[in-house]
Nanobody, 126 residues
Framework: QVQLVESGGGLVQAGGSLRLSCAASGRTFSSERMAMGWFRQTPGKEREFVAAIDWSGGKTYYADSVKGRFTISRDNVANTVYLQMNSLKPEDTAVYYC?????????????????WGQGTQVTVSS
């Protein structure tokens, strides 16, 4: 099994920055090479892809809406993935979820991720 715990969400003004963290644990996570992703969701809408990173950290993927503003990274020693969010906009307001995929390669498809965290709220005020 894999446990994912997000942190770092909060309230920030438009133009500000936040860094989300996702700590992973569990025997499965330690033994498999898992890609990681960040998704977000607002009430009444489907979960939306934000960013993903391969197990090696060598390749990253971004939604067009966050490209150039958000950066995903990971520390495989600390079993933690990060999402640095800069130049935040009110439309970035959502619950952000961390996810792990049973593959070393990242994906934009939420259905391809087997494990999910509980989510952390990000609110950007105008």
């Amino acid at each position: 099994q894999v446990q994912l715990v997000e942190s770092g969400g909060g309230l920030v003004q438009a133009g500000g920055s936040l860094r989300l963290s996702c700590a992973a644990s569990g025997r499965t996570f330690s033994s498999e090479r898992m890609a990681m992703g960040w998704f977000r969701q607002t009430p009444g809408k489907e979960r939306e892809f934000v960013a993903a990173i391969d197990w090696s950290g060598g390749k990253t993927y971004y939604a067009d809406s966050v490209k150039g503003r958000f950066t995903i990274s990971r520390d495989n020693v600390a079993n933690t993935v990060y999402l640095q969010m800069n130049s935040l906009k009110p439309e970035d307001t959502a619950v952000y979820y961390c996810a792990a995929r049973k593959s070393p390669y990242g994906s934009e498809g939420a259905y391809t991720y087997a494990y999910w965290g509980q989510g952390t709220q990000v609110t950007v005020s105008s």
